[in-house]
């Protein structure tokens, strides 16, 4: 069964403080390993895919990477808007559904 | 160039009654997918929809179903409410084929049930 699994649950940091949010997965056959950020009463936004071990992308203060067994979503410098739930999902071969983890609670702190 | 809608955006129902929560896709998407999201938790898949069919379906009872309509717009059906129902309901959607471009989700629904 694919399964996610998030760490840690919550993170508080200061402004500036950098610090990465861990995702370890299992999945038969990767089709694409997703992150989104999510706000409180509102719905994931999407932040990247990636595909294959290796891989890296970067938007802004965000970078993501992947291993065969593991994501890093490292965010560096961050700044109190970057406070949310930061939610990591796989996608297996042949399939639709996108499998999620809990999520990672990041609180930024001026 | 409008997102994912979802209504309504609140919802309360009693238990055992029925409910009906709709999604219109992003311009240019032609699949939609459920999911449901409890409080403090990762969304769970409950089924995709494509060409008006039922693509996938997560571990949910029969008690929900769902609908495509031709305008690729959707719904989620739930019958014989749980109070374990009680979640947000969120809408994704996607265009075939080129999900890698990520999937794009609505704020969702609020669902209590008491």
């Known amino acids: 069964e694919d399964q996610v699994t998030q760490s840690p649950e919550a993170l508080r940091l200061q402004e500036g403080e950098s610090s990465s949010l861990n995702c370890s997965y299992t999945v038969s056959g990767l089709r694409g390993l997703f992150w989104y950020r999510q706000d409180p009463g509102k719905g994931p936004e999407f932040l990247f895919t990636l595909y294959s071990a290796g891989e890296e992308k970067e938007k802004e203060r965000l970078k993501a990477t992947l291993t065969k067994k593991e994501s890093f979503l490292h965010i560096t410098a961050p700044k109190p808007e970057d406070s949310a739930t930061y939610l990591c999902?796989?996608?297996?071969?042949?399939?639709?559904?996108?499998?999620f983890g809990q999520g990672t609670r990041l609180t930024i702190n001026p | 160039d409008a997102g994912v809608t979802q209504s309504p955006t609140h919802l309360i129902k009693t238990r055992g009654q029925q409910v009906t929560l709709r999604c219109s896709p992003k311009s240019g998407h032609d699949t939609v997918s459920w999911y449901q999201q409890a409080l403090g938790q990762g969304p769970q898949f409950i089924f995709q929809?494509?060409?008006?069919?039922?693509?996938q379906r997560g571990n949910f009872p029969d008690r929900f179903s769902g609908h495509q309509f031709p305008n690729y717009s959707s719904e989620l059906n739930v019958n014989a409410l749980l109070l374990g129902d009680s979640a947000l309901y969120l809408c994704?959607?996607?265009?075939?084929?080129?999900?890698?471009?990520?999937?794009?989700f609505g704020s969702g629904t609020r669902l209590t049930v008491v």
């Open positions: 999902a796989v996608q297996a071969a042949e399939a639709q559904k996108l499998v």
């Open positions: 929809y494509y060409e008006e069919e039922e693509r």
């Open positions: 994704a959607s996607s265009l075939q084929g080129r999900e890698a471009y990520g999937y794009t």
